[in-house]
């Protein structure tokens, strides 16, 4: 049964400092890993998505990369924001039909202006 | 392009009784999931529904169900609420394939 860590479980940086969030997961057979932010009783937005061949994406200031063979993925923030607060999951989805994403529980981020 | 969306957006029950939550695809999606998300056990899968066929199903009780019409839109119901199943409930639409996955807001419920 695939099951995903993020570590840490909080964080609270100063507004500017780059970051970085990690996630593993234990089966590494994936098909691909989503990483989302989800805002205070809000639903999730998708950040970005890396297909199991890809070894990472970028979109703005987000990079997310992925090796597969050791089960971990990163998130890195560049240049960090008092918006950038929120909580940050991880999901992998194994396909083949696999009961859906898998998600960690998540690293809740505090940006401090 | 409309996002994902849910309604109800929050809805108080009392045990014994069921409910309905109701979920619109992003158009052209027809794969539909649904996630119960509570504080102590994350998000957890509970089904996915593509072509108005249940493909996948979480470990959740019969009392969780679900449906999917001919337009992708998607209902669940829960019966015999439980002070368990207070929860947020987010559906998720993509295309078919294991494509990005794409939430709605959520369906905050409450059992008292």
């Known amino acids: 049964k695939q099951e995903v860590t993020q570590i840490p479980a909080a964080l609270s940086v100063p507004e500017g400092e780059n970051l970085v969030l990690n996630c593993s997961f234990t089966?590494?057979?994936?098909?691909?890993l989503q990483w989302f932010r989800q805002d205070p009783g809000k639903g999730l937005t998708s950040l970005l998505l890396i297909q199991s061949s890809q070894r990472e994406q970028t979109s703005g200031r987000l990079n997310a990369s992925l090796d597969k063979s050791s089960g971990r993925s990163t998130l890195y923030i560049a240049a960090s924001q008092p918006g950038d607060s929120a909580t940050y999951l991880c999901a992998v989805y194994s396909g083949g039909g696999a009961d859906g994403l898998t998600f960690g529980k998540g690293t809740h981020l505090i940006i401090q202006p | 392009k409309a996002g994902v969306t849910q309604t109800p957006r929050y809805l108080i029950k009392t045990r014994g009784q069921q409910v309905t939550l109701s979920c619109s695809p992003i158009?052209?999606?027809?794969?539909v999931s649904w996630y119960q998300q509570t504080p102590g056990q994350g998000l957890q899968f509970l089904f996915e529904y593509f072509s108005e066929t249940q493909r996948n199903k979480g470990n959740f009780p019969g009392r969780f169900s679900g449906r999917q019409f001919s337009n992708s839109r998607s209902e669940m119901n829960v019966s015999t609420l439980e002070l368990g199943d207070s929860a947020l409930y987010l559906c998720?639409?993509?295309?078919?394939?294991?494509?990005?996955?794409?939430f709605g807001p959520g369906t905050r419920l409450t059992v008292t």
């Open positions: 998720a639409s993509a295309l078919p394939g294991g494509g990005e996955q794409y």
């Open positions: 089966d590494s057979a994936i098909y691909n």
């Open positions: 158009s052209g999606h027809r794969s």
